[in-house]
Structure formats: structure tokens, C-alpha cells
T-cell receptor
């Protein structure tokens, strides 16, 4: 079975631009979460979606938004990019139960110049 | 969420058991302990989780103390491919399907040496 797939794998953007990152969950998984990992630190929670509804949000500004589609894939959007948004963006999927393990993709490396 | 404390780094000889400790003294009765690892340039990989009983799967064993204030992840025969950052996480008991927020700390950087 295919794991969590994310696209693109690498991306370079300029300050002030907008970016869209995409994620396809494992087949059968209805929950998708997004994490940001700055170099040298552990991943930090951004959003969780389940059945197309936002179920959790981390401490990130409104420039960050996301959505989940009927096929359970997801997009993370970041507006007005800042240099500090440079990071590895990770998507994780799970069956959706409270204690279901999360399965992560290998992320999108975003560099803002 | 309960806070976890892990040593920043550990070394282990190839073929020997790697024992990675984690302290979670403020854990609540309904919170599970999860372990993930992150190999360089990859996303975190789920290893194992448990509530109060010891658990074992094909990757590792998880030993949780009786008072649940600490746990140890055991890789029985470490290989060079086990070199990674290992994260011990206490999972928040969300309501419904809102329990996917994992709080990652700094983890333990395990170096397996030949």
C-alpha cells in the first residue's frame, strides 16, 4: 500500500508570495494533520482535519489555512510568506480514532528567500 | 498534555540492545505513551504505543513503569539503520476525532556505531 504522499518535495518561494502544499493520505484514512518542522526542532502541530472539518488548530497565524477534500486529500496554504516560514512541512494521516497512530509523509521542504 | 523528558543523545553499538528512557511524571490516567522516530530527511515513523502494560511489536518493545511516570523503548538488536531521532510523546486524549495533536519535544538522537 502507498504511504502518505506529499507534493512538491521541494519548493523555493520569495517573501510575500503564496504557497499551496498537497497531501494524499493512506487509503482508508479519513484524518489528515499538518505539522511544521523548523531545522533542528521537533515537528509542531498546525491543523487537523477529519471528514472535511477542522478538528484542531495549533498556534499559527491566520496566514496559514487548510482544507480537506471529499477524497480525504488535503491542501495547506500559506499567504504572505515570511523568511521564518522556511521549514519542512509534514502531513500525517490516520484512521481518525482518538488513539490511532499517525503515519507521516516525507514532507515538503519550503525555502523562502 | 503531559510533558516528556528525554536525554538529548545516546550511543549504541551495532547488534546490542538500545534502551531509550523517557520521563513523563505528569501523565494522566487516560493518556497513552507513543514513540516515533525520524531518520534524516524523512518524516517521523510510528514505532509503538502503550497505556500501562508492556508492549512488543516487530520493531521494538515498550516498558512502562507501574506508576506510569517513565518508560523505556527497547530496540533489541540495533542496526546502523536505527540511527535516528527518537521522540517519546504523551498523546492528548481528544474528544471524538480531535486527538491528532502530537506535541514533539527535542527527542533523543541515537547513534548506532559499528
Amino acid at each position: 500500500d502507498a504511504g502518505v504522499t506529499q507534493s512538491p518535495t521541494h519548493l523555493i518561494k520569495t517573501r510575500g508570495q503564496h504557497v499551496t502544499l498537497r497531501c494524499s493520505p493512506i487509503s482508508g484514512h479519513k484524518s489528515v494533520s499538518w505539522y511544521q518542522q523548523v531545522l533542528g526542532q521537533g515537528p509542531q502541530f498546525i491543523f487537523q482535519y477529519y471528514e472535511k472539518e477542522e478538528r484542531g488548530r495549533g498556534n499559527f497565524p491566520d496566514r496559514f489555512s487548510a482544507r480537506q477534500f471529499p477524497n480525504y486529500s488535503s491542501e495547506l496554504n500559506v499567504n504572505a510568506l515570511l523568511l521564518g516560514d522556511s521549514a519542512l512541512y509534514l502531513c500525517a494521516s490516520s484512521l481518525g480514532g482518538v488513539y490511532s497512530p499517525l503515519h507521516f509523509g516525507n514532507g515538503t521542504r519550503l525555502t523562502v528567500t | 498534555d503531559a510533558k516528556t523528558t528525554q536525554p538529548p543523545s545516546m550511543d549504541c553499538a551495532e547488534g546490542r540492545a538500545a534502551n531509550l528512557p523517557c520521563n513523563h511524571s505528569t501523565i494522566s490516567g487516560n493518556e497513552y505513551v507513543y514513540w516515533y522516530r525520524q531518520i534524516h530527511s524523512q518524516g517521523p515513523q510510528y514505532i509503538i504505543h502503550g497505556l500501562k502494560n508492556n508492549e512488543t511489536n516487530e520493531m521494538a518493545s515498550l516498558i512502562i513503569t507501574e506508576d506510569r511516570k517513565s518508560s523505556t523503548l527497547i530496540l533489541p538488536h540495533a542496526t546502523l539503520r536505527d540511527t535516528a531521532v527518537y521522540y517519546c510523546i504523551v498523546r492528548v486524549a481528544g474528544q471524538g476525532n480531535a486527538g491528532n495533536m502530537l506535541t514533539f519535544g527535542g527527542g533523543t538522537r541515537l547513534m548506532v556505531k559499528p
